[in-house]
């Protein structure tokens, strides 16, 4: 498995913008495709966004296609998540997630194809 931390999450208001991380270590961070999710109180947990292990292949949740952007920095064991257009429905912990398989090319949307997960980091919204 791979350890992950999340920061960037903070208090913002509607229309604004968020940069979240997820730093990783513990294994070879280039060789896995990485995934967000997020969880929003009394509700499932969600995917957001997933980013290829090349960084080459994206694919995005229809909520935020369009706003939100992920991306990373294989050289800085990094994954990120760029929220523009933020609504107060996106308020939600998000969490960043590795996939178990290495340089697979399937990008994955569903919680349990993930093997670590970091502790996530709160994003609030203000209307």
């Known amino acids: 498995q791979v350890q992950l931390v999340e920061s960037g999450g903070g208090l913002v208001q509607a229309g604004g913008s968020l940069r979240l991380s997820c730093a990783a270590s513990g294994r070879t961070f280039s060789r896995y495709a990485m995934g967000w999710f997020r969880q929003a109180p009394g509700k499932e947990r969600e995917f957001v966004a997933a980013?290829?292990?090349?960084?080459?292949?994206?694919y995005y949740a229809d909520s935020v296609k369009g706003r939100f952007t992920v991306s990373r920095d294989n050289a800085k064991n990094t994954v990120y998540l760029q929220m523009n257009s933020l609504k107060p429905e996106d308020t939600a912990v998000y969490y960043c997630?590795?996939?178990?398989?290495?340089?697979?090319?399937?990008?994955?949307?569903?919680?349990?194809?993930?093997?670590?997960w970091g502790q996530g980091t709160q994003v609030t919204v203000s209307s």
């Open positions: 980013i290829s292990w090349n960084g080459i292949s994206t």
């Open positions: 997630a590795a996939d178990p398989v290495e340089m697979i090319e399937t990008l994955h949307i569903k919680g349990h194809e993930y093997d670590s």
